[in-house]
Each structure stands twice: as C-alpha cells, then as structure tokens.
C-alpha cells in the first residue's frame, strides 16, 4: 500500500516537470537575468534531470517490452529538456540585442532540435514494436509524421541560425528591424499553423495505438485528446487567419510554441513508463 502511495507521488511530482524549471528553481539562475553564466545554467538543468531520472526509474514498469521501455524514456528526456528550455524564463530574443549573447538563443534551439530526434526516435521505436501485428490503417500514421517531422528539422535550425543572418543583414546596410518579416514571413508562419497540425495528430494518434496496445490508460488518451483538439484549433486558426490576427489569445499560443507537442510527448512517455502492465505487448 505504501508503495503505490509512493508511485503516485512520484507521478504527481513528475507531471508539472517542465513547467518546475520556468519557477524559482531555475529562473533565478537563466542566463538572460543578472548577467548568469550559460556554463552553470546548463550544469544546474542537468543536476536536476537527474534527479528526475531518479525518480522517474522508481516508476517505470520494467515489464514493458525493451522498445517501449526506450520510447517512453526517449520520451521522457524530452520532459527533462524542456525543463531547461522552459526555465530560461523568457521568450526567444529575435532582436538585434539577440547579437551579444546569441549562444542563449543556440541554446535554446540546440534543446528543440535534440527533442525533434528524441521523439522521432521514440515514434520508430513504437512503430517497428507494433507494425507486424497493428491494424493496417495505424501504418498511415508514416505519412503524417513525415511532414511533421520535417517542419522541426526546418524550424530549429532556422532559428539556431537567425543570429548568423541578422548578422549578415545588417552588414549589408539593411535595417534590423526589417530582418523578421524577411526571414520568417507569414507564408512560413502559417504553413507551421498545418504543421502543428500534423504534429499533434501524430502525437494523439501514436497515444491511441499505446492505449489499445494496453499500455496507456483510458483516462491519459482522454487528456491528450483534449489538448491535441486545443493544439489542432490553434494550428488551423494561424494557418488560416494569420499569426498576427491570433497571437492576442496568449493562453491558446501556448499551442503553437514548440513546448506544446513537446510538454505532450514528455506527458506520453511519462504514462507509458508508468502504466502497470502484463508485458507491454503492441496488438
């Protein structure tokens, strides 16, 4: 009995995960306040994803087959970075003060980018587990994380970047306050309004294979329905109305920052290495 209390209060503790790092624990130590140093911010995020490893090996089934004992860690290392992304405690600086640290910005986006492996690592590890014995129709799933998965390859990159092109920008006499509408136009903005789309439908949809595999509760494909719904709207609505006609419901923005289907994956793999199980079979 005490040692379910336990298992609870350990995923209590773990489920805000990465919304911890953007509070005291390590806002305070952000390289964009007080003149911190990146070198002991990152020291600090790691100290603290161990600790979270720690605790998140108390609540792992270590009956799940090997494949999904990888995807959900994969997964959960995903919770682990956005912590770090998410206690820098401040939006990406995509001005021309961004020139006098731009490693904060490669920082972040090195972060974002090293996501985008880890969940394509976890989706191939779910996939081969299952794919002689899923229903044919979960095989179309390829084609969505395809251009999914391709838009973050664009987007981190492009922003890990951005201070290199600014750079460049304004050597040639260009004005700096002009650099954003040229570098990431409102065609690119919105065609990432129909790649949030695919991202979170994958995301629901790898979910809803787990929970029929018997490895995902009912009450966990409810929850990610709900804010893959809220994610898909947000998408949609940007792609057609247009980032800046969207971008004053702040609460629902909140969907279309990278942390969005990021904070959900970490979610997923958090419930799939925490589901008790009797072998973690995919069927």
């Known amino acids: 009995m005490i040692k379910k209390i336990l298992h609870?209060?350990?995923?209590?503790?773990?489920?805000?995960?990465?919304?911890?790092?953007?509070?005291?624990?390590?806002?305070?130590?952000?390289?964009?306040?007080?003149?911190?140093?990146?070198?002991?911010?990152?020291?600090?995020?790691?100290?603290?994803?161990?600790?979270?490893?720690?605790?998140?090996y108390y609540v792992t089934n270590k009956a799940l087959a090997k494949p999904l004992l990888l995807a959900g860690a994969s997964l959960f290392v995903i919770g682990i970075s956005m912590t770090s992304v998410l206690g820098l405690g401040a939006q990406p600086d995509f001005s021309i003060n961004m020139l006098q640290h731009p490693e904060r910005e490669h920082y972040r986006y090195a972060l974002l980018f090293l996501n985008a492996l880890l969940f394509a690592a976890a989706f191939f590890m779910?996939?081969?587990?299952?794919?002689?014995?899923?229903?044919?129709?979960?095989?179309?799933?390829?084609?969505?994380?395809?251009?999914?998965?391709?838009?973050?390859?664009w987007e981190f990159p492009h922003h890990f970047f951005l201070g290199t092109h600014l750079q460049q920008w304004i050597s040639q006499g260009k004005n700096a306050a002009d650099f954003m509408v040229n570098y990431t136009p409102e065609s690119a903005l919105r065609a990432g309004g129909i790649a949030r789309v695919l991202q979170y439908l994958v995301i629901l949809w790898l979910a809803f294979m787990l929970f029929k595999s018997g490895v995902?509760?009912?009450?966990?494909?409810?929850?990610?329905?709900?804010?893959?719904?809220?994610?898909?709207?947000?998408?949609?609505?940007?792609?057609?109305?247009g980032y800046a006609s969207f971008a004053k419901l702040q609460i629902l923005m909140l969907f279309f920052i990278p942390a969005g289907p990021f904070v959900l994956s970490y979610w997923t793999g958090l419930a799939l290495l925490s589901k008790r199980t009797n072998g973690g079979q995919m069927y």
């Open 216 to 241: 995902l509760k009912k009450w966990v494909l409810i929850v990610l329905t709900i804010f893959c719904a809220l994610g898909c709207f947000t998408g949609i609505a940007i792609a057609v109305l």
């Open 126 to 153: 779910i996939i081969r587990n299952s794919w002689r014995t899923t229903a044919k129709w979960h095989k179309w799933i390829v084609l969505l994380f395809i251009p999914a998965f391709a838009e973050w390859l």
């Open 8 to 56: 609870v209060i350990v995923i209590i503790f773990l489920l805000p995960l990465p919304f911890i790092g953007s509070g005291d624990i390590l806002k305070k130590f952000s390289p964009y306040f007080n003149e911190n140093g990146l070198g002991l911010y990152i020291a600090l995020s790691i100290a603290c994803g161990l600790v979270s490893a720690i605790a998140a």
